[in-house]
């Protein structure tokens, strides 16, 4: 039986649990690409629901990162809403017009080069820890996703530009993470996030380059 029959079968026995957690993430990315505040909102159901499916798959590290997921969806809500604020004068209803969206940002090399060398370190260190006192399940591969999605989703709530470039990684190894605990409906919401992050990246820049000139 091929991957994708494997999808549809399983697809048919998902729980709503983890229907409503993968539509709710589509949503947020499509959002997020679009820069509405409101991507936040569907962030936190999102990763709520994770968190409690990603315990039950002893996928300890990755619930951990959701229930991280959930505090920076308040976060980015609080942070976009204040920086719209600041940017313009707009009423409420008009919170989420391009007129009202805050400049976004590209981050050094240098930066970049110590952000990746760290999280590295910081990853294969909770790789090792979980490897040999739990019984998590793919623990580097957990913790190297977990470790730079904080980087990547603390990037979205400063806006830079290349948090996109991050997420291209992380879901793509996510597919093969989630792939491993048989999550197939899990893995193909990653294959849509890797072509949405693709999306954001290019939409996201239009936007810094329509400043720049």
């Known amino acids: ?9 399983y697809a048919l026995a998902t729980t709503w649990l983890e229907w409503v957690a993968v539509l709710t993430g589509v949503i947020y990315v499509i959002l997020a690409s679009y820069q509405s ?20 798959f002893e996928l300890y590290i990755e619930s951990g990162l959701q229930l991280f997921y959930v505090a920076m969806a308040i976060v980015g809500w609080l942070s976009w809403s204040n920086a719209n604020k600041k940017s313009s ?9 391009p007129e009202s969206k805050t400049v976004v940002q590209v981050w050094s090399l240098r930066i ?5 060398i760290v999280s590295g370190l910081v990853a294969f260190a909770l790789g090792w820890t979980f ?7 793919n623990p580097y591969m ?15 709530t400063r806006r830079v530009l290349e948090n996109w470039v991050y997420w291209v990684v992380i879901d793509l190894v996510s597919i093969f ?5 048989e999550l197939y409906l899990s893995s193909v919401l990653y294959m849509f996030f ?15 380059k329509s400043v720049q000139t």
Do not use: P
């Open 1 to 9: 039986m091929g991957f994708f029959e494997t999808v549809w079968e």
């Open 131 to 137: 490897d040999q006192f739990t019984n998590q399940s």
């Open 37 to 56: 505040i409101w991507c936040w909102l569907f962030a936190f159901v999102s990763s709520s629901l994770y968190v409690y499916i990603c315990i039950a």
């Open 142 to 156: 957990d913790a190297f996703t977990t470790v730079y999605s904080l980087l990547a989703t603390f990037m979205v």
């Open 177 to 181: 993470l989630y792939s491993s605990r």
């Open 112 to 116: 970049h080069a110590i952000n990746i």
């Open 89 to 97: 004068a707009v009423s409420k209803e008009l919170l989420d017009s």
């Open 194 to 208: 890797t072509v949405l992050a693709v999306f954001g990246f290019i939409t996201w820049y239009r936007a810094y």
